[in-house]
Nanobody, 123 residues
Framework: QVQLVESGGGLVQAGGSLRLSCLAS????????IGWFRQAPGKEREFVAL????????NYVDSVKGRFTISRDNTKNTVYLQMRSLKPEDTAVYYC????????????????WGQGTQVTVSS
């Protein structure tokens, strides 16, 4: 069973940047697809990005394409989400999730979740 810990959230002005990290432990990291999701107050959890097992494939929600970049370092058991040109509508709790078999945009298909990190973008 894999455990996930997110970090790197914070308060940033619109147009600024943040890099989120998702550190995994307890499993063979390279065996897992990692997804980033976010949830704003009063809204459903939303897919943001994913990266496949070896990092050979990535996928993004349209609203972040060209601004966010997902990457992974399997030697460090870490996935990163580099966020640039942040907008107030990016404000949410960001979660990373892991699964051995899915490469999906659907949250419930991921077996393991972190506790989340808050990202707040001020206008």
């Amino acid at each position: 069973q894999v455990q996930l810990v997110e970090s790197g959230g914070g308060l940033v002005q619109a147009g600024g940047s943040l890099r989120l990290s998702c550190l995994a432990s307890g499993g063979t990291f390279a065996n897992y697809v990692i997804g980033w999701f976010r949830q704003a107050p009063g809204k459903e959890r939303e897919f943001v990005a994913l990266i496949t097992w070896g990092g050979g494939s990535t996928n993004y929600v349209d609203s972040v394409k060209g601004r966010f970049t997902i990457s992974r370092d399997n030697t460090k058991n870490t996935v990163y989400l580099q966020m640039r040109s942040l907008k107030p509508e990016d404000t949410a709790v960001y979660y990373c999730a892991a699964d051995r078999t899915t490469a999906s945009q659907i949250a419930w298909e991921y077996a393991y979740w972190g506790q989340g990190t808050q990202v707040t973008v001020s206008s």
